[in-house]
């Protein structure tokens, strides 16, 4: 298992292996995405007080997730990176960066556009919106942290720091509505209890996969990006690259 | 297509989905553009050094 | 130890480190998070009475009127209640038995709010479920 590991973490093998993974990602992602409109525009009811606007919530709450998944990706393989000077970690913490900021500002736009009819304010500065909207500066900071030193070991390490610091948002974000009165409701899912009807909860859980999926491609498809430039002095990218015209 | 209109929250919900949709194109599509411009500038690259 | 022991040790040092001190500064600010003042709060006079602040609880049910743009209410935690006196357009979700959060000021005993804000639960069902469940009840 180890060797396995390590050999898909040379970045030639990775390059290769990863190109043929990104299919099987893309065509589940389509596939989830697909019926998670059909089920959260027909199949799922109404609520009970909030009309057809909990529809919303069928791309808030996955972006949402995402959010705190990636950044915990990120966490996590910026360890490994620390630890283990695996260059491929890096380079997943990296590329998933964009990615993540791309869905902490979905879940902060759609809950915005969300509150306003149901609250009756766009934005309030409560303990869950604040803290979200710091997980969004971390993200940026990550990003330009990296961009801001030109040799990428020093950008690694430094942004593997930031990213590291910054995991102790995740809780707060998480449990904000539990430990302070805030204007956003508690959380409906938890690990022992769904407080929502079962349509609504397979919505939800549909495009929750769907994005894991799109995540999982788009992440794949950046590292190569990255590998190729990172790596373009070996003779392995001169091959791949001279050779793709042929 | 009555479906798809949602009386009065019509217009949030579609914001929401279309922003959604917009956000991941823009991922994917710039995604594409960077392996585009990679490959043309090593290429460039690769042809200089063979000079 | 070793080179790499000694990277894992900092690193998992760092997040420790930076968990406890985060978690203790937070601790430190305490209530001052928290984005309204329950009227079992206000009663106590944790609320910085004289000034505007935010006010938040049910709308007791029965307790709602309106003329025109002017309404009034009463909000509570089911310990104790506060009128609300309240002009201007309210949010859709706006009902009695409901949560909401107002901004305004004590005057004679009477919540005068500038804005309100329904705050909705964790629930989400169809109104069909929900009748049923109404009808369990009773």
């Given at each position: 298992?180890?060797?396995?590991?390590?050999?898909?973490?040379?970045?030639?093998?990775?390059?290769?292996?990863?190109?043929?993974?990104i299919?099987w990602l893309m065509v589940p992602f389509i596939v989830l995405s697909l019926i998670g409109l059909y089920w959260s525009f027909?199949v799922s009811?109404?609520?009970?007080?909030?009309?057809?606007?909990?529809?919303?919530m069928y791309v808030h709450v996955p972006a949402a997730w995402m959010?705190?998944f990636i950044?915990?990706?990120?966490?996590?393989?910026?360890?490994?990176?620390?630890?283990?000077?695996?260059?491929?970690?890096?380079?997943?913490?990296?590329?998933?960066?964009?990615i993540?900021?791309s869905f902490?500002?979905l879940a902060?736009?759609t809950?915005?556009?969300?509150?306003?009819?149901?609250?009756?304010?766009?934005?309030?500065?409560?303990?869950?919106?604040?803290?979200?909207?710091?997980?969004?500066?971390?993200?940026?900071?990550?990003?330009?942290?990296?961009?801001?030193?030109?040799?990428?070991?020093?950008?690694?390490?430094?942004?593997?720091?930031?990213?590291?610091?910054?995991?102790?948002?995740?809780?707060?974000?998480?449990?904000?509505?539990?430990?302070?009165?805030?204007?956003?409701?508690?959380?409906?899912?938890?690990?022992?209890?769904?407080?929502?009807?079962?349509?609504?909860f397979i919505a939800l859980l549909l495009i929750s996969f769907a994005f894991k999926f799109l995540y999982s491609a788009l992440m794949?498809?950046?590292?190569?990006?990255?590998?190729?430039?990172?790596?373009?002095?070996?003779?392995?990218?001169?091959?791949?690259?001279?050779?793709?015209?042929? | 297509?009555?479906?798809?209109?949602?009386?009065?929250?019509?217009?949030?919900?579609?914001?929401s989905y279309?922003?959604t949709f917009?956000t991941i194109a823009?991922l994917f599509?710039?995604?594409?553009?960077?392996?585009?411009?990679?490959?043309?500038?090593?290429?460039?690259?690769?042809?200089?050094?063979?000079? | 130890?070793?080179?790499?022991?000694?990277?894992?040790?900092?690193?998992?040092?760092?997040?420790?480190?930076?968990?406890?001190?985060?978690?203790?500064?937070?601790?430190?600010?305490?209530?001052?998070?928290?984005?309204?003042?329950?009227?079992?709060?206000?009663?106590?006079?944790?609320?910085?009475?004289?000034?505007?602040?935010?006010?938040?609880?049910?709308?007791?049910?029965?307790?709602?009127?309106?003329?025109?743009?002017?309404?009034?209410?009463?909000?509570?935690?089911?310990?104790?209640?506060?009128?609300?006196?309240?002009?201007?357009?309210?949010?859709?979700?706006?009902?009695?038995?409901?949560?909401?959060?107002?901004?305004?000021?004590?005057?004679?005993?009477?919540?005068?709010?500038?804005?309100?804000?329904?705050?909705?639960?964790?629930?989400?069902?169809?109104?069909?479920?929900?009748?049923?469940?109404?009808?369990?009840?009773?």
């Amino acid at each position: 298992m180890w060797k396995w590991i390590q050999a898909f973490a040379s970045p030639r093998n990775f390059y290769q292996i990863s190109e043929k993974i990104i299919p099987w990602l893309m065509v589940p992602f389509i596939v989830l995405s697909l019926i998670g409109l059909y089920w959260s525009f027909v199949v799922s009811p109404t609520d009970y007080q909030q009309g057809d606007s909990v529809r919303i919530m069928y791309v808030h709450v996955p972006a949402a997730w995402m959010s705190l998944f990636i950044y915990i990706i990120m966490a996590i393989s910026s360890g490994i990176g620390l630890i283990w000077q695996i260059k491929l970690a890096y380079i997943v913490a990296k590329v998933s960066a964009p990615i993540g900021a791309s869905f902490t500002f979905l879940a902060l736009v759609t809950g915005s556009i969300w509150g306003k009819p149901m609250w009756g304010t766009w934005w309030v500065w409560d303990a869950r919106l604040t803290s979200e909207l710091i997980l969004l500066f971390l993200y940026l900071a990550y990003i330009s942290l990296n961009n801001a030193f030109d040799n990428p070991k020093t950008a690694d390490k430094a942004s593997a720091v930031i990213v590291i610091i910054g995991l102790v948002n995740i809780p707060i974000i998480y449990y904000s509505v539990d430990w302070w009165n805030s204007l956003h409701q508690g959380s409906s899912i938890s690990f022992t209890k769904i407080s929502m009807q079962q349509d609504m909860f397979i919505a939800l859980l549909l495009i929750s996969f769907a994005f894991k999926f799109l995540y999982s491609a788009l992440m794949l498809m950046r590292a190569r990006n990255e590998v190729l430039v990172r790596e373009q002095n070996s003779r392995w990218v001169r091959e791949i690259i001279t050779g793709a015209d042929k | 297509m009555d479906f798809l209109l949602f009386d009065k929250y019509t217009i949030y919900i579609w914001a929401s989905y279309l922003l959604t949709f917009a956000t991941i194109a823009i991922l994917f599509v710039g995604t594409k553009i960077t392996h585009k411009r990679n490959t043309i500038q090593l290429r460039i690259k690769y042809e200089r050094d063979n000079k | 130890m070793t080179k790499r022991q000694n990277r894992m040790a900092l690193v998992l040092l760092l997040v420790v480190g930076t968990i406890l001190a985060i978690t203790l500064l937070l601790q430190a600010l305490g209530s001052n998070a928290n984005y309204f003042y329950s009227p079992t709060a206000v009663a106590q006079g944790k609320a910085p009475v004289g000034k505007n602040f935010r006010l938040g609880g049910l709308v007791i049910n029965g307790s709602f009127k309106r003329k025109d743009l002017k309404s009034t209410f009463d909000v509570t935690d089911n310990k104790n209640k506060f009128s609300i006196e309240y002009t201007g357009i309210l949010p859709d979700l706006f009902r009695e038995g409901q949560g909401v959060i107002t901004t305004g000021s004590l005057v004679n005993g009477v919540f005068v709010a500038t804005e309100v804000l329904a705050k909705h639960d964790e629930n989400y069902m169809p109104p069909e479920v929900a009748d049923a469940l109404k009808k369990a009840k009773e």
